[in-house]
């Protein structure tokens, strides 16, 4: 998704909006539409993005993010746990018998804190990135402004389970 036009249904005063994308679009750009089967039955993605342009509710809007930035983020959500996990992993496996434990039910143990410490630091890093980072999507421009929607200002997944 390197480029995507929406519409901004909100508009918070810290700097954010949410902007409903057509994720028909989206798929269709993306290399694993064919094997991706997501719960939600919607035609319609609501994202948080970065209000960089000063849009408004109702405006029609591009949003942006690098295709390095996709990346960058991907290696930060899949390579920190599962480094953390081998490291955990190791670790119990070579302090096994210090501890009075089998080797492998220490490693699965130190394995899975690993994971677990992974996967925070993660969350912790993805809630304190800043609009500066490059890591989040923005908007970066205002197409229409006014009442001409390509999209009705409705929820796009009220009865999705995701919450997308």
């Given at each position: 998704?390197p480029q995507?036009?929406?519409?901004v249904?909100?508009t918070?005063?810290?700097?954010?909006?949410?902007?409903?994308?057509d994720?028909l679009?989206?798929?269709a750009?993306?290399?694993?539409?064919?094997?991706?089967h997501?719960?939600?039955?919607s035609?319609?993605?609501?994202?948080?993005?970065?209000?960089?342009?000063?849009?408004?509710?109702?405006?029609?809007?591009v949003?942006?993010?690098?295709?390095s930035?996709?990346?960058?983020?991907?290696?930060?959500?899949?390579?920190?746990?599962?480094?953390?996990?081998?490291?955990?992993?190791l670790?119990?496996?070579?302090?096994?018998?210090?501890?009075?434990?089998?080797?492998?039910?220490?490693a699965?143990?130190?394995?899975?804190?690993?994971?677990?410490?992974?996967?925070?630091?993660?969350?912790?890093?993805?809630?304190?990135?800043?609009?500066?980072?490059g890591?989040?999507?923005?908007i970066?421009?205002?197409?229409?402004r006014?009442d001409?929607?390509?999209?009705?200002?409705?929820?796009?997944?009220?009865?999705?389970?995701?919450?997308?």
């Open positions: 998704m995507k036009t929406g519409l249904v909100k918070n005063a810290d700097g954010w909006a949410e902007v409903i994308t994720k679009d989206a798929c750009e993306c290399t694993s539409s064919r094997s991706c997501s719960d939600c039955k035609t319609r993605v609501r994202t948080r993005v970065y209000n960089s342009a000063g849009a408004h509710e109702g405006d029609t809007v949003i942006y993010i690098s295709p930035s996709v990346l960058k983020s991907a290696a930060i959500l899949y390579l920190v746990p599962v480094a953390f996990m081998l490291f955990g992993a670790t119990g496996s070579s302090v096994a018998t210090q501890l009075g434990m089998e080797e492998s039910g220490s699965l143990l130190f394995g899975l804190t690993g994971l677990a410490i992974g996967f925070l630091i993660v969350r912790t890093f993805s809630t304190r990135l800043k609009t500066d980072s890591l989040v999507p923005k970066a421009q205002v197409i229409d006014g001409n929607h390509p999209l009705p200002l409705s929820t796009p997944c009220d009865n999705c389970r995701t919450g997308h």
